[in-house]
């Protein structure tokens, strides 16, 4: 158990030795690289690997949670939080993904934590990837820079020595680096007029790169469609904005001079294979199970909830709807518990609010205020509390209705790498 990460039962107990990196900063994310690649990955098959509580890493007012407004009420909800899931590639290989939301706070004691990660699987490689905004053209190949705590683990190197703000992964890397565990990042440059926007050559460069180096196959198909879609796109604005359009050629013209800049290398070309028969059958009967899967709803109970907020409102609901359905009828039987000659609880709170229960000049009687101190703080249109011997039955309180979640991945995701809820 660390710091802010627990494994559930069932995490796989074998060695997965390789873990990427991709946490996601708006702010920060030229290109929207990292959302790129975290919408690739996205759909490859994966599971829960560990549990984090995200709650005290994230600053929610500078990652503000969305909700969704529909006709009059907030219909849902939906925050990105981290987790970190065991992922199958496309040829089935397994690694480590950590996603979700950057986090704000408690660098130190989450680096901790996946130090603590890194020998619980046996990792053995860490990949990690950025991107920056430069004077570079997108009708050319993406460029970036490749480092690696490995020496001489790449033959060309940036020659360069400056400072720069550094995301949570370079902070790993960082430390990692002191005990010895090989991690490599790759940093895409992204045009700067694309910088606001999103540049999916960038992201398909990213992915390609990081394939090279640990052998993992990603998919880019869909990224490679958008590639198209955005330079044509970028073509007609082009045509309608001179300006853009002269910005584009200058670059083009520098980078055609100068070549790739010592230090820089540009992004693979993608090994794109025909998938046999077979291979299209069984990867048509696992999208399938991931919809069934889907379709399930789990228990709350059995989703990750460190702050109990998930807890707390299911209880709540049940005592309401348990309320609703048995109050009448449970007070009832309470006042009948008087039949052997004892009087009931209300008659004891009769007797207590008669003038004839009070001596002249005096409050109520001692024995009596002292033999019901919670009684008289209830009025009778409020139902009984519940207690040892009146609460609800174990059959009652699991016949009120669970919550519902418009999650189609299984109910709400509480601290995970994104959850929400609402209402149907």
């Not at 996205?42 to 007012?61: F, H, K, Q, V």
């Not at 849902?76 to 950590?98: C, I, N, Q």
């Not at 009120?400 to 991945?409: H, I, L, Y």
């Amino acid at each position: 158990m660390g710091n802010y990460i627990s494994f559930p039962d069932g995490v796989p107990e074998h060695s997965i030795t390789k873990l990427v990196l991709n946490l996601v900063d708006p702010a920060t994310d030229a290109g929207s690289i990292a959302r790129l690649v975290a919408s690739s990955l996205g759909t490859l098959e994966a599971g829960t690997a560990a549990n984090i509580d995200s709650d005290p890493l994230i600053d929610y007012r500078a990652q503000r949670p969305w909700v969704n407004y529909q006709n009059g009420h907030l219909a849902g909800m939906w925050r990105e939080g981290m987790t970190l899931s065991a992922v199958k590639d496309v040829e089935g290989t397994e690694f480590l993904r950590l996603h979700g939301a950057e986090p704000d706070f408690h660098w130190d004691s989450l680096v901790a934590d996946m130090l603590d990660i890194v020998e619980r699987f046996g990792v053995q490689s860490i990949y990690s990837f950025t991107a920056i905004g430069a004077p570079v053209p997108h009708t050319r190949p993406a460029d970036m820079i490749v480092r690696s705590t490995e020496p001489d683990a790449s033959p060309d190197t940036l020659e360069a020595d400056f400072w720069y703000q550094a995301s949570f992964a370079d902070y790993l890397e960082y430390h990692a680096s002191r005990l010895d565990i090989p991690m490599t990042n790759v940093a895409v440059r992204v045009p700067v007029y694309l910088a606001s926007h999103h540049y999916s050559a960038g992201a398909v460069g990213t992915l390609s790169m990081i394939g090279q180096i640990s052998g993992l196959r990603f998919p880019v198909g869909d990224l490679q469609h958008d590639v198209a879609r955005q330079n044509e796109h970028i073509t007609e604005l082009c045509e309608e904005n001179q300006e853009l359009g002269q910005i584009i050629t200058a670059f083009e013209k520098e980078y055609d001079e100068k070549g790739v800049t010592p230090g820089f290398v540009t992004a693979p070309d993608m090994d794109i294979t025909v998938p046999s028969v077979d291979e299209i059958g069984r990867a048509a009967e696992q999208f399938l199970a991931q919809v069934d899967s889907a379709n399930e709803r789990p228990h709350m109970d059995n989703q990750f909830d460190p702050q109990g907020l998930a807890r707390r409102i299911d209880e709540i609901r049940r005592a309401r709807s348990w309320r609703a359905d048995n109050g009448e009828t449970h007070r009832s039987t309470w006042d009948q518990l008087g039949g052997n000659g004892a009087p009931s609880q209300r008659e004891q709170r009769d007797a207590e609010d008669s003038p004839s229960s009070h001596s002249e000049g005096e409050g109520p009687s001692e024995v009596n205020h002292a033999s019901s101190p919670a009684q008289a703080d209830h009025s009778d249109d409020q139902p009984i509390p519940d207690g040892p011997e009146n609460g609800p039955t174990e059959e009652s309180a699991g016949s009120a209705q669970e919550p519902e979640s418009d999650d189609p991945s299984g109910g709400p995701r509480w601290g995970r790498h994104s959850w929400g809820f609402g209402k149907e």
